[in-house]
């Protein structure tokens, strides 16, 4: 199985971008998917997840009121909407899916909880 996650690219300060994290057939049905970022020179971390269990919605605390991510089943996909992007913002993001059931959300901020990974794709910030 693999996850294709899709959407980044270049944008200016201020600027949106939508991710995209696809799979095939139902693939992502039941399963949590977060959204992680490595930045040039840093370790990887957590940017958000949605529960397989409600579709609740968690954010880190920089990309709380600027980044939204949400599942349409229909399509087996997961997006992640990015408003207001700034320099600090330019990582390769990955998408990332797990069948682990948590009633402690902090778990899915851990990478070690996600048994699937997409390949990445870059996002840019910069005038």
């Known amino acids: 199985v693999q996850l294709q996650a899709s959407g980044g690219g270049l944008v200016q300060p201020g600027g949106s971008l939508t991710l995209s994290c696809a799979a095939s057939?139902?693939?992502?049905?039941?399963?949590?998917v977060g959204w992680f970022r490595r930045a040039p020179g840093k370790e990887r971390e957590w940017v958000s997840f949605?529960?397989?269990?409600?579709?609740?919605?968690y954010y880190t605390d920089s990309a709380k009121g600027r980044f939204t991510i949400s599942r349409d089943r229909a399509k087996n996909t997961v997006y992640l909407r990015m408003n207001s992007l700034q320099p600090e913002d330019t990582a390769v993001y990955f998408c990332?899916?797990?069948?682990?059931?948590?009633?402690?959300?902090?778990?899915?901020?851990?990478?070690?909880?996600?048994?699937?990974w997409g390949q990445g794709t870059q996002v840019t910030v910069s005038s």
């Open positions: 990332a899916a797990s069948n682990s059931y948590y009633s402690v959300n902090t778990y899915y901020q851990d990478e070690k909880t996600y048994a699937w």
């Open positions: 057939e139902d693939f992502l049905d039941y399963k949590t």
């Open positions: 949605i529960k397989a269990t409600d579709s609740s919605t």
